[in-house]
């Protein structure tokens, strides 16, 4: 049997796109010799994955899972919306959340780690896969949610399945109370979360670089008003407190009731099971969010084949 190195597993691999395992199979089943087992590949179908690697990925489908007091969520992308109702696809995307849920969210073990019940890894099953249906995909992203004492509740938006859709949401609620009660209140929050979309939980917990861009930005405007610089510094607070509640969560207004500040739902909330109620994260996904989408021009795309 021929050895197989390390590093005649990765030429392979830099020249089909094939997963490393099937890779790896392959050299063993052409005796190492790179060209026999790239002319497996191709036969196997699982070289294909190569040539549509350079397609644009912005449908698909976003997958959570929470068990507890954690929760995960992934973002698999595909080439159109019609993989997103394919069976196969969403099987994938629904155990790359178990998997994710295991391995805490990080996307390099996310890929490397073992795709339930086959022989390759979670990266391997979506080469297969996209070798079997066709269009190019790929396993974008992962970030897994968890709280010592509470619960990690969860919503999905616009849902193609159980734990599958376009927008998903986890909220980590720190309490002792009522685990039953702090589901309902944390799902609740996570549907304000998914039509909102905070940036952070408290003012504090914003990045210090965005706020001071901002108070940047404030400052330049409200220079060109010709009021004393006193009156200047004012308007910026108040116009950095409006920031503030279009971006942190606990100063948003509560989109239940279009009244309440979420910060006095939460504090209601404590009051009624007798016990301190804390939001300690949220994690949200909306698929497709910051992949530029190629844009089809059809009237060029006619010109072009009429000469």
């Not at 790239?38 to 449908?59: F, N, Q």
């Not at 890929?111 to 979506?126: H, Q």
């Not at 080469?127 to 269009?135: K, S, V």
Request: proline share 2%.
């Amino acid at each position: 049997m021929a050895q197989i190195s390390a590093s005649m597993v990765k030429e392979l691999r830099g020249r089909t796109g094939a997963g490393m395992l099937d890779c790896k199979k392959a050299l063993v089943e052409a005796g190492g010799d790179i060209e026999m087992a790239g002319e497996w590949l191709r036969k196997k179908g699982l070289a294909a994955a190569a040539k549509k690697s350079g397609r644009v990925t912005a449908e698909g489908l976003v997958g959570l899972r929470t068990d507890g007091a954690r929760g995960a969520l992934v973002e698999v992308n595909a080439e159109t919306d019609f993989v997103a109702r394919n069976e196969g696809f969403q099987a994938f995307v629904g155990a790359a959340s178990d998997v994710a849920l295991e391995v805490g969210g990080d996307l390099a073990a996310l890929k490397s780690a073992d795709y339930p019940g086959g022989a390759r890894t979670v990266e391997g099953e979506l080469t297969n896969l996209i070798a079997t249906i066709g269009e190019n995909m790929t396993l974008r992203r992962s970030v897994c949610l968890s709280v010592g004492e509470g619960v990690v509740a969860s919503y999905m938006h616009n849902s193609a399945a159980p734990g599958l859709g376009k927008i998903g949401v986890l909220v980590g609620v720190k309490s002792a109370g009522d685990a039953e009660a702090l589901h309902k209140l944390g799902k609740q929050v996570a549907m304000h979360v998914a039509a909102s979309s905070p940036r952070a939980v408290t003012a504090e917990d914003l990045d210090a670089e965005t706020v001071e861009k901002e108070r940047e930005i404030l400052r330049e405007q409200a220079a060109t008003s010709g009021k004393p610089p006193e009156i200047v510094e004012k308007m910026i607070e108040g116009r950095l407190r409006k920031f503030f509640e279009e971006v942190v969560l606990m100063n948003q207004t509560w989109v239940i009731d279009g009244e309440s500040k979420v910060s006095k739902v939460i504090d209601a909330a404590a009051k009624e099971l007798g016990t301190p109620v804390e939001i300690a994260g949220f994690a949200r996904y909306q698929l497709g969010e910051g992949v530029e989408r190629k844009e089809d021009d059809f009237a060029a795309e006619v010109a072009q084949l009429a000469g």
